[in-house]
Structure formats: structure tokens, C-alpha cells
């Protein structure tokens, strides 16, 4: 079963926003410590983009969308937003949200393929 849902992606022109949910209201308190948002695109590996702890909000993201892509959560409703500004037509890819139980390093713990829950993706494209 699947527990994450994500969605907000489509089809903008580079430097436009996009705002991506993931919805993991499906977990109970404390399920989970980790909400990770990964992209695929054809031909490439799949790539952290941005990690969050969900009980300090403390976030982390790869070098090439930092200060352009803001993780955020409401803690309350168990959602993960990415927050996208700035786009690229390199940053077109499926968006995938990703959980993980505890874990000292969120990020570092995406860069080793840690996490365990998937959503289905959502696709951003960034294109004139």
C-alpha cells in the first residue's frame, strides 16, 4: 500500500514556481522521521533534491537547488511541500517523495538510498 501521495506538478517556463505536496497523512505520529523529495528524469539516476526532519524541521538540499527550492512542512497534517522558484529546464524530471523511519542525517541518509517508502511522482517540466 502505498502511503505517500504527491502532487502540484506541471508544465512551466524557466524561472516560473511550482509548489509540490506530499501528503503522508497515512503514517501514524512518530512513524516516520524523514520526508525526503527525489527526481528522476529519462536516462539519469534518481537524485536527492531536499530532506526535512519532521520533528526539528531541519532541512537540507543538493547543491545545484539550493536557494532556488524551499522543504517545508504543516506537521499537524503530515505534508511535505517543496516549494520550487527559479526553474530550470535541468530541473524537468519526476518528483517523488520519499519517507524514512529515524535517522541521524536525513540528507545523508537519501544520498544512501535509505529511504523505504515511495509515492507515485509527480512530473515537473520546465520548458519555452
Known amino acids: 500500500q502505498v502511503h505517500l501521495l504527491e502532487s502540484g506538478g506541471g508544465s512551466v517556463q524557466p524561472g516560473g514556481s511550482l509548489k509540490l505536496s506530499c501528503n503522508a497523512s497515512?503514517?501514524?505520529?512518530?512513524?516516520?522521521?524523514?520526508i525526503g523529495w527525489f527526481r528522476q528524469s529519462p536516462g539519469k539516476e534518481r537524485e536527492a533534491v531536499a530532506t526535512?526532519?519532521?520533528?526539528?524541521?531541519?532541512?537540507n538540499y543538493r547543491d545545484s537547488v539550493e536557494g532556488r527550492f524551499t522543504i517545508s512542512q504543516d506537521y499537524p497534517k503530515k505534508i511535505v511541500y517543496l516549494q520550487m522558484n527559479d526553474l530550470r529546464p535541468e530541473d524537468t524530471a519526476m518528483y517523488y517523495c520519499?519517507?524514512?523511519?529515524?535517522?541521524?542525517?536525513?540528507?545523508?541518509?537519501?544520498?544512501?538510498?535509505?529511504?523505504?517508502?515511495w509515492g507515485r511522482g509527480t512530473q515537473v517540466t520546465v520548458s519555452s
Open positions: 520519499a519517507a524514512k523511519p529515524w535517522s541521524a542525517s536525513c540528507f545523508f541518509a537519501a544520498l544512501a538510498g535509505e529511504y523505504v517508502d
Open positions: 497515512m503514517y501514524t505520529e512518530g512513524e516516520i522521521a524523514c
Open positions: 526535512l526532519k519532521r520533528g526539528n524541521s531541519n532541512d
